[in-house]
């Protein structure tokens, strides 16, 4: 999944990219370079300023990405990144201090995400790890939102988006 957001006062949400596998396909992967160039693509469509993932999956293309210019960076899923940026995103969103496109697939994963609760704070998980109900896009955006309010919190130029 590729989420976008704007850095601005009321930052705007939206899904830039959407991979899924097709219901009873066994044999689907994503389709990596489809992914680069989609990203290459929203550069090419708005002033990014960064391009963050996980390098868990995504290694490869960030150091691909990075060696063609586009300003990559890392976000590795941890519990300590992942609880205040979740709690941000929430916030934001009950609050109402953000917009996003209404993209349906979006809203299936932020509808499949359950919050979660230990001693590290909330963050959001599938319902059970083997649940084929995915939560990219969910984690996807939250993940650029908190980059974007992050970048937004330092002197900015105008309406930058963020990737990720």
């Not at 396909?25 to 090419?44: H, N, Q, S």
Request: net charge negative; glycine share 2%.
């Amino acid at each position: 999944m590729i989420a976008a957001v704007s850095v601005e006062h009321f930052p705007h949400l939206q899904i830039a990219g959407a991979w899924e596998r097709p219901p009873g396909d066994t044999e689907w992967t994503v389709p990596i370079l489809d992914v680069e160039e989609a990203i290459r693509t929203a550069c090419l469509r708005w002033q990014v300023v960064e391009i963050t993932a996980d390098p868990h999956l995504w290694a490869r293309s960030l150091e691909i990405l990075a060696a063609e210019g586009l300003p990559v960076t890392e976000f590795p899923q941890s519990a300590a990144r992942m609880t205040p940026a979740t709690q941000r995103f929430t916030t934001m969103v009950l609050e109402r201090q953000m917009s996003h496109s209404s993209d349906a697939v979006l809203t299936r994963h932020v509808s499949n995400a359950v919050l979660k609760s230990d001693a590290r704070g909330v963050r959001i998980y599938k319902e059970t790890k083997s649940s084929p109900r995915k939560i990219d896009a969910a984690v996807a955006s939250i993940m650029a939102l908190e980059r974007a309010m992050n970048y937004q919190e330092q002197p900015t130029q105008a309406e930058p988006f963020f990737i990720a």
